[in-house]
């Protein structure tokens, strides 16, 4: 892999290993909105069952035994739906920015390194759309 100064990354097309690690998962209001169409219910409804809001963020419940309500053994149930923050790993600014930050995640995400070359164009463009879908994070 080339960084910041270089000209490319690799990454997998898909992967759900982000997914057994322990942390949230934010939303923004479009996330919230995408994923309860595509599980055929209101925002509303979607938001009751799924979601735990604070003044300044959301993010999605987790479930005592699980890591994300969506993930199955045979990957992300929502996958055309995924937040903004699922969808875009491992491109988040902090991994793209800080080439430490990204071998501290390599060491535990077994894609990076691996799969097509995506361009450092790319990345950071990834990685400015998560700084507008969560504003409160960045």
Not at 13 to 33: H, N, S, W
Not at 103 to 121: Q, V
Request: proline share 8%; net charge positive.
């Amino acid at each position: 892999m080339k960084h910041a100064r270089g000209h490319a990354f690799r990454v997998p097309v898909r992967c759900t290993e982000c997914c057994r690690q322990k942390g949230f998962v934010y939303l923004a209001e479009a996330d919230l909105a995408r994923a309860a169409a595509f599980l055929g219910m209101t925002a509303a409804a979607f938001e009751r069952r799924y979601v735990y809001r604070t003044r300044h963020r959301m993010r999605l419940r987790m479930p005592r035994y699980s890591l994300c309500p969506f993930l199955r053994p045979d990957g992300c149930s929502i996958h055309p739906a995924k937040p903004t923050q699922c969808r875009i790993f491992p491109f988040w600014p902090e991994l793209v920015e800080a080439r430490r930050e990204w071998n501290k995640t390599a060491r535990w995400c077994p894609g990076i390194g691996k799969g097509p070359l995506i361009r450092i164009e790319i990345a950071r463009a990834q990685a400015q759309e998560m700084r507008q879908a969560y504003p409160a994070l960045y």
